[in-house]
């Protein structure tokens, strides 16, 4: 089973920017489609960004144009560039890949 760990979340003011990383134990982003999801207090889990092996991306209606999803294969580790962060983007940040998932990492806009 793969291990996947998140980091980068924090505290930040709306307008700023965070970037996420999730760090796999195995070469797995080279060969398999990554997912991050984000879940807020009370919300269902939201699917935020794909990102396929070939390196195709697609994201959620409410990210377009501010997230973006980029990988290292060096270092097995895919990140979320946050952009212009509001205060709806507040959630838990997750990612996954091959029916596995991480820990996930906390992400708080606010002024």
């Known amino acids: 089973q793969v291990q996947l760990v998140e980091s980068g979340g924090g505290l930040v003011q709306p307008g700023g920017s965070l970037r996420l990383s999730c760090a796999a134990s195995?070469?797995?982003?080279?060969?398999?489609?990554m997912a991050w999801y984000r879940q807020a207090p009370g919300k269902r889990r939201e699917l935020v960004a794909t990102f396929t092996a070939g390196g195709s991306t697609n994201y959620a209606d409410s990210v377009k144009g501010r997230f973006t999803v980029s990988k290292d294969s060096a270092k097995n580790t895919v990140y979320l560039q946050m952009n212009n962060l509001t205060p709806e983007d507040s959630a838990v940040y997750y990612c996954?890949?091959?029916?596995?998932w991480g820990q996930g990492t906390q992400v708080t806009v606010s002024s």
């Open positions: 195995g070469s797995i982003f080279s060969f398999y489609t």
């Open positions: 996954s890949a091959l029916n596995s």
